[in-house]
Structures are given as C-alpha cells and as structure tokens.
C-alpha cells in the first residue's frame, strides 16, 4: 500500500528525513515513535504531498506521491498536528466542505456527515461554531474530517495530543478498530501508546529509523540484553579503562561519579551471569563495590538507547 | 469546476461570517460617497469622473486588506495543511479564492450604484461613460486583488501582506502617472505607461473600451494568479 524508498528532506542545512525506507500493507497500524524534531512529521507530510522530498520516492497504493499526487490524496485521510481547522466555519458548515471537495456525491454527503460526527462523538457539537470548540474536540473534528471519504489510508500526526485519559483511550480504540481493515500510520512520543495500538513501530530519530518491527520483536531485541547497575569506589579513569577492555561488557555509561564512588550503567547480553562477572571483576582490581543492581529493560529502553536521549531517565507516560 | 465552487463557496462565505465583509462594504461606500459628493455640487454637472478618479486609490487601501488573509491566515493558523493535502490542484484554489475575493468586490461596485442612480435622479448624465467606468473599475480591482493575493502567498503575516499588496499595487498604479513618466529616461517610458495601471483605467474612462485595455487588465490578472500558484508550488520545496 505505502512505499518509501530513500525518501530525504532537508530544510537548509538541517537534514529533517535521512534516507528513510519502510513499507506499509492494508491492516496495519504503524506507529511512528520519536523524541520531538526526529522527522516524523516531516516524513507524515511527505506521504501526504504537502511537502515535496528532496531526494528518493513514495508511492501510495502504485501512485507516486510527486506525480500523482491528486490520486494519493484521494487515498489519504490526514489529520495534522494539532489540527488547525476554521475557527469561524460551523463544526457541520466544514464537514461538507470537506466532504464537497473529497468528492462524495450530494446524495451520499449528509449519510457520511452523519456516520463520521456518530463515530468521533460530536453530537452534541454539532451546531457549534469550530472557534467555540475545545481542544479535545477540534481534535475529534479534526479526525471526522480525515474520516469522511472513508480513505484506505489514515495518517494521523499525534491525534491524541491535548486530550483528556478518557478521550485518549477512545481515540485508541477508534485507530485499533480502524486498523483491521484499513492502513492507519500515526505518530505519538507517548510509549504506552504505541504498544497499546500499534501492529508495527518505526522508531525515528535525527531524521533515520533507527527501529522497525513489531512490538514484540522489538521488545524482544531488549531483552537479549542485560542491564546492570554498578557503583563503584575507585579511580574514575582506571575503572573505565578496565572496562573497556572487559569482553563481556558490551556498552557501559556513566551516570554519575563523585569522590565517593563512580556509577555506571552496564549492557551486555544476556546469560553471562553479568552481575556474579562485574563482583569478580571489581574485587580483583581492589576497589570496593557500593551497589549492584539488575534492572528491568522495556520498550522505554529500547527507545531511550535508540533515541540516545539519556537525560531522559524517566520517559513521560500518560 | 466542483473543487473551485467548494473553496470559492468557503472564502466568499468566510468573509461574511466574519466582520471585513461589512467593515469593507460599509468604509467604501462612505469614503466613497464622501469623496464625490464633497465636490459634486460644487461643479453642478451630472458627471461621475471625480468619483472614477477617487476610487482607484481607495482601492489601494481596502483591496490589499480584502485579500490579505486568503492564504497569510491558512498559512499562519496551519489550515494550509489540511487544504492542500486535499483531492485538489494548487490552481484551483487559487482561483476559487479569486473569484471569492471577486465576488465581494462585485457586491461592493453594486451597492455603491447608489451614487449614479443619485446622479440620474439629479441630472442627465452620460450612461456610456459610467458604464464604462463601472467596467474599468472591475477590471482594476481585479487587477489589485490578484495582486494583493500574490502578496498573501509571500508570507504567513496578514499585515506583512497587507502592507506589500499596497506597495505592489501602488507601484504598478504610479509607473504610468506623468509625475514618473516625466523623470524616467526615454526609452523606459512607452513601457512604463504601458505597464501602468492608471493609464488604461483612464483610457477606458473616456468611455472607450478598447481590446487593448481588456488584454492589459486580464494579463495582469493572470500574471499574478499564476504566480500565487507557483509561489504555493514553491511552497513545498522550502
């Protein structure tokens, strides 16, 4: 359905999408995953020809997203960040512009209304000006609006930014009921949202898809590793000295060091008994070990060593 | 045709949603009505010709503030997001929004024929040379409108826009007045008061409409659409 191939944007010298290839089929739900400015949506603007690429291609169900770009938009719903909708249209006055310009024979258009205000829950709104609206409804229109033409393909660009916890789990379920039939691909920065949502993940950062799989898989991938924590007392250029040169360490990082002792945070793979190793590895270099600890690894992880974003110890849940 | 309708239909009905339609509609007429009756019973004649030489620089002002928004405020509130990933080529935006831009300076020329029915009901004056002018002033607000919408495509804040609408228009209005024709070198000048917006609009005044005029007016017109579409072209490479 999507095709992405090499697609590169760059804004200046800043280079926004960097070679980014995936693919997408029918009954997907894909889930774009990235700390702010990572490109995702850029790459969502591309896939719906509002921005042109500087390099590489998307087609979007055979049609080239350059060429044919009236026939990709047919095929796209799209619901921007944010949602920007005419503060000074009615809620039902913007529904069938939308719907006049999506091409729904007159016939059909106030059925279709209809159908998108039930299934985004704007009933009670109807009569409302949009400028009246709350953010949680405008994002709600904004959804309908993107539903309207009953498109194969959803993009949404963090729809669930600005809601309240009720809300989000609506919009949740609406993407995952959408999903079975139809493509949805939607960008969040919320994990827990992903994993509850998504049938493939597309970690994005500076621009490069640093992960593409699902779920599971990618979960998976962190658990073939160990995380340990270790503070140790000693001379801050020697112990990391020996622990570069220690095999079974396969990433360490420093997260803090005073005069009393240095703490580390220790990768290696898992089944090597790593926490027993580091014991034996501190007593024979004769410095004194003030904590060891085995800590859990979870998607939050997997994104955070991604992303390289390690200030970030406690990611934001919702 | 649907898609231009659809967005024409949105713009036309936007500006009456919100205050401009009426604050432009009510400001013209007075300005308007002031500027010519002040003079009109001084002269005692049944002419029109001080309100058709008012008029072209009242548009300089409320012209670029009528177009201002069409694409500075989509742009500005993101709205452009959602429009132009619509089933729907660049150009037929841009003329639907002409045309609804079109459209309310078409009501507004309407509701200011109070001032040559006054002047019928007072004297005898030439019908030819206000239908005339009631032509001309169509074509140069139309003029002034497709460049008031190119300056609203340049920038994303309406009153940079407004502002640079005035100075486009201005500058393509004084180019042919004698006061820049005179100072100009020679070779320039034929082009310059060819290129002037006055000039044919005086020319047209005389009550002569002359298919030279009306190929002026429409080329300029087109000139600057199809530069708003190739500015919004542009737009997606930034």
Not at chain 1, 40 to 61: F, H, P, Q
Not at chain 1, 143 to 152: M, R, T, V
Not at chain 1, 164 to 183: C, T, W, Y
Not at chain 2, 3 to 25: C, D, G, L
Request: charge should be negative.
């Amino acid at each position: 359905m999507i095709e992405v191939i090499n697609l590169t944007k760059r804004y200046g010298p800043t280079v926004a999408v960097d070679n980014v290839s995936f693919d997408a089929k029918s009954g997907e739900v894909l889930g774009f995953l990235g700390p702010n400015g990572a490109g995702k949506t850029t790459t969502m603007r591309i896939l719906t020809c509002y921005l042109s690429a500087d390099e590489g291609t998307a087609k979007v169900d055979g049609y080239d997203v350059f060429e044919d770009s009236v026939e990709v938009r047919k095929r796209i719903g799209y619901l921007p960040e944010s949602a920007p909708l005419y503060t000074d249209m009615g809620v039902i006055d913007y529904l069938k512009f939308i719907a006049q310009v999506r091409d729904i024979p007159k016939s059909q258009r106030s059925q279709r209304i209809k159908d998108v205000v039930d299934i985004c829950g704007l009933e009670k709104m109807v009569q409302k000006d949009v400028g009246e609206l709350s953010k949680g409804y405008r994002q709600r229109l904004g959804l309908a609006q993107s539903l309207i033409h009953d498109p194969p393909i959803l993009v949404l660009d963090e729809p669930t930014s600005g809601l309240d916890p009720n809300q989000i789990i609506e919009i949740r379920n609406l993407i995952r009921e959408i999903g079975k039939e139809k493509m949805v691909i939607f960008s969040t920065h919320i994990l827990s949202e992903v994993s509850a949502t998504c049938s493939r993940i597309l970690i994005i950062n500076d621009g490069e898809i640093v992960a593409n799989g699902t779920p599971d898989e990618l979960a998976g991938r962190a658990r073939g590793e160990e995380v340990v924590h270790i503070s140790i007392r000693g001379s801050r250029e020697e112990i990391e000295a020996k622990l570069e040169e220690l095999s079974l360490v396969s990433d360490f990082k420093r997260v803090k060091s005073d005069d009393d002792a240095c703490a580390y945070q220790i990768v290696s793979q898992k089944g090597q008994n790593t926490a027993e190793e580091l014991f034996h590895f501190v007593v024979q270099n004769h410095w004194s070990l003030t904590e060891l600890r085995q800590e859990a690894i979870s998607l939050e992880d997997v994104f955070l060593k991604l992303t390289g974003n390690e200030s970030a110890t406690q990611p934001t849940d919702v | 045709m649907n898609n231009i309708a659809a967005i024409f239909k949105k713009e036309f009905r936007s500006y009456f949603n919100s205050p401009i339609a009426y604050i432009f509609i009510t400001f013209f007429l007075a300005l308007s009505a002031w500027f010519f009756f002040r003079g009109f019973f001084l002269v005692g004649q049944a002419v029109m010709r001080g309100f058709f030489t008012w008029v072209p620089w009242i548009f300089l002002l409320f012209i670029p503030a009528v177009t201002m928004k069409l694409w500075a405020e989509e742009k500005k509130i993101g709205t452009v997001e959602i429009l132009m990933t619509l089933p729907i080529k660049d150009y037929e935006v841009v003329i639907g929004k002409y045309l609804a831009s079109f459209c309310l300076l078409g009501v507004t020329i309407l509701l200011s024929l109070s001032i040559p029915i006054t002047v019928a009901y007072l004297g005898e004056p030439d019908g030819g040379t206000i239908l005339g002018g009631y032509i001309g002033l169509c074509l140069m607000g139309g003029a002034y409108l497709a460049i008031g919408m190119f300056a609203s495509t340049i920038t994303e804040n309406q009153i940079v826009a407004f502002i640079l609408g005035i100075v486009m228009c201005f500058g393509l209005l004084i180019i042919g007045e004698d006061i820049v024709l005179f100072n100009a070198p020679n070779w320039i000048v034929p082009i310059f008061s060819y290129l002037g917006l006055g000039a044919h609009f005086s020319s047209i005044l005389r009550g002569v409409i002359d298919s030279r005029d009306l190929i002026y007016y429409f080329s300029v017109i087109g000139f600057f659409l199809y530069l708003s579409v190739l500015m919004i072209t542009v737009q997606k490479w930034r």
